[in-house]
C-alpha cells in the first residue's frame, strides 16, 4: 500500500468517528448507530459494557443533562485489515442537578473495519469529579 493509499486509509477512518461523534453530541443514537458494526464491543468508563449508541445515549442521561465534547486532536494507527483511531479533548456540560463544567479530559480509542466502528473504548474525568465535586474547577 503506497503512502497515500494509507493516509487516505487513516483520513476516512478519523472522518468516520468525526461523523459518529457529531451524531452522539445532538444526540442522536439512531444516526449514531449507522457508523457502528452490528457486532461492536463498547466499552466504557469503569468497565461498562453498552450494547450500541442508544445505549450510551441512555447511559450518558443518566449521569448528565446535557455533554458534549471540545474535540482535540485525532490520531490514526493502521492495523492489518482496520484502522485504530484515538480522539482526545474535553467533555463540557451541566451534571444532573444543574451544576455546569468543563475541561472533564476523555480519551476515545475506536477499531474501524471495512467503514464501521468495531470496538470502541471511553476514559473520562466524570467518575472522579462526581466522586468528588471539589476537584471540578469549573470556568
Known amino acids: 500500500m503506497s503512502k497515500l493509499q494509507q493516509s487516505d486509509r487513516a483520513e476516512q477512518a478519523i472522518n ?6 457529531e451524531a452522539s453530541m445532538k444526540p442522536d443514537p439512531e444516526l449514531a448507530a449507522t457508523f457502528m458494526a452490528p457486532d461492536v ?16 445515549t441512555a447511559f450518558n442521561g443518566g ?17 492489518e485489515g482496520y484502522v485504530t483511531v484515538y480522539s482526545n479533548g474535553t467533555l463540557y456540560g451541566e451534571w444532573l442537578d444543574g451544576r455546569p463544567f468543563a475541561n472533564n479530559r476523555y480519551l476515545d480509542r475506536f477499531d474501524i473495519r471495512d467503514g464501521k466502528i468495531t470496538r470502541m473504548d471511553v476514559w473520562n474525568d466524570s467518575a472522579e469529579w462526581i466522586l468528588t465535586p471539589e476537584i471540578n474547577q469549573t470556568p
Do not use: H
Not at 468516520?16 to 461523534?21: G, P, V
Not at 464491543?41 to 450510551?56: Q, V
Not at 465534547?69 to 492495523?79: I, M, P, T, V
Open 63 to 79: 449521569r448528565y443533562k446535557w455533554v458534549k465534547k471540545a474535540l482535540g486532536q485525532f490520531d490514526a494507527s493502521l492495523n
Open 16 to 21: 468516520t468517528i468525526k461523523a459518529f461523534l
Open 41 to 56: 464491543k463498547i466499552t466504557f468508563t469503569g468497565g461498562r459494557l453498552m450494547e450500541n449508541a442508544y445505549a450510551i
